[in-house]
């Protein structure tokens, strides 16, 4: 396959107004990673793997840029050499200079594609993006596919659309009058933490038909009953934890995906979150009602005119004339700082659903799997990650505490409820 132009994207690209928060809290040792990795019948050749590579990260350019500090804010800067094929490795904080300056890593681990990825640059849909993409480019290059290129596989032989690369949160909400959210502060898992990079994950695999069927009992969406079940964890273990200054509230952050309410293709960072929940002070609740107050809640948040204020209101703050003429030295504490303040501080704990992944039926036969798994949390101990492939729903709970009791409690209701085919274990980092 050939290409015989890109886009010219600038030499410098600023980062999305919600990719500020990444840089500003990287540290030493910790960084806003997530892993997706796609499943094939057969062992990944690297060989291969490195060819589609090269090709892909042309035709998503902002997947061959660095991360570079300016005088007053962070931006995207192209790369020339190419991305190179990993070996598998934990998923940690690793560092941009022994990756050739890339914000991502692609490993081949037996017969899995990995991708993990630093948060500034993309998010979880803009991945899911470039990783079928690659999956699909390889298979063509190994098996000499014809695919029928449609959604979230991109033709690698097209040059990008601006669309793709663009900063939607600008583009949608430039302008508008915002108004920060008001929230208050909830319970965190308490726990013994692993050492240095420490991450545990639990996989469970779950038979579509019967999430489908409890969902369709419940009258809820996937995210509903994930929430729900995620909720009725944290409510039990709020009432056998002995901390006399716990805080009563208990609340599960739900990323949202943008794109489909403002007909944005961008494959960067563009999406909010809505945090679901309850005050225990109110009273315990069964989990039908949960799931019901999360319905509602959702709908509540998600109506234009509660979920756009918040997202024009951090829009409307980079863009002031104040906080653009602070040098880059003094924004980088505040704005890690804002973020402790107003950031895990509100949940106990994150649910991200990347929904059902869809190929073009030409690849189908050839994957198996499809894993979303979010990296160490800094506030909270722990988050879950799901995506739907084929007839499974696959889960991931990862932590950085020893103590998985809040996992065990979700997974003991779950398991009521028939939902559990397989559940294994996994030292991450």
Not at 36 to 52: C, E, F, H, K, R
Not at 268 to 274: G, K, M, W
């Amino acid at each position: 396959m050939e290409r015989t132009f890109t886009l010219t994207i600038p030499a410098r690209m600023r980062i999305d107004n919600a990719a500020n928060i990444y840089p500003a809290s990287l540290s030493r040792h910790y960084a806003s990673l997530y892993r997706m990795s796609v499943t094939l019948t057969d062992p990944v050749d690297p060989i291969v793997l490195q060819q589609a590579l090269e090709t892909v990260s042309e035709r998503i350019p902002t997947f061959r840029c660095g991360l570079r500090s300016g005088a007053f804010w962070w931006h995207l800067r192209r790369i020339d050499r190419d991305p190179e094929v990993k070996p598998a490795a934990p998923l940690s904080r690793f560092h941009f200079r022994d990756n050739g300056g890339f914000l991502y890593k692609v490993s081949a681990d037996g017969c899995r594609i990995v991708l993990d990825v630093f948060h500034a640059l993309a998010d979880g849909t803009g991945s899911e993006t470039f990783l079928l993409t690659l999956a699909g480019e390889y298979l063509r290059l190994r098996y000499g596919l014809s695919i029928s290129y449609s959604g979230l596989v991109l033709n690698p032989a097209e040059v990008a659309d601006p669309a793709e690369v663009e900063d939607s949160f600008k583009t949608v909400f430039s302008g508008r009058k915002g108004e920060l959210e008001k929230d208050v502060a909830a319970y965190h898992i308490r726990g013994r933490r692993l050492p240095g990079a420490g991450l545990r994950d639990i996989r469970v695999v779950m038979p579509m038909d019967r999430v489908k069927a409890v969902c369709r009992r419940m009258d809820c969406s996937v995210t509903d009953l994930l929430t729900g079940l995620m909720l009725d964890a944290l409510q039990k273990l709020y009432r056998a934890d002995d901390d006399p200054g716990k805080r009563s509230v208990v609340k599960v952050s739900v990323p949202v995906n943008l794109r489909p309410r403002y007909g944005s293709r961008t494959v960067r960072n563009f999406s909010s979150y809505v945090h679901l929940g309850l005050d225990i002070k109110s009273g315990y609740l069964p989990l039908e009602q949960l799931v019901r107050l999360v319905k509602m809640q959702k709908e509540a948040m998600l109506r234009p005119e509660n979920l756009e204020p918040k997202i024009a209101a951090n829009v409307e703050l980079e863009e002031s004339f104040a906080v653009r003429c602070l040098p880059l030295v003094v924004k980088k504490p505040i704005i890690d700082i804002i973020n402790k303040l107003h950031g895990d501080k509100y949940c106990s704990q994150t649910l991200s659903n990347l929904g059902q992944v869809r190929v073009p039926d030409e690849m189908r036969p050839y994957l198996t799997e499809f894993d979303f798994i979010l990296g160490r949390q800094r506030g909270n101990s722990g988050a879950a990650s799901c995506t739907g492939f084929g007839d499974k729903l696959f889960l991931h709970l990862s932590r950085n505490i020893y103590g998985a009791e809040f996992e065990q409690l979700f997974l003991d209701r779950a398991g009521r409820l028939g939902l559990l085919g397989s559940v294994s274990h996994h030292i991450l980092a």
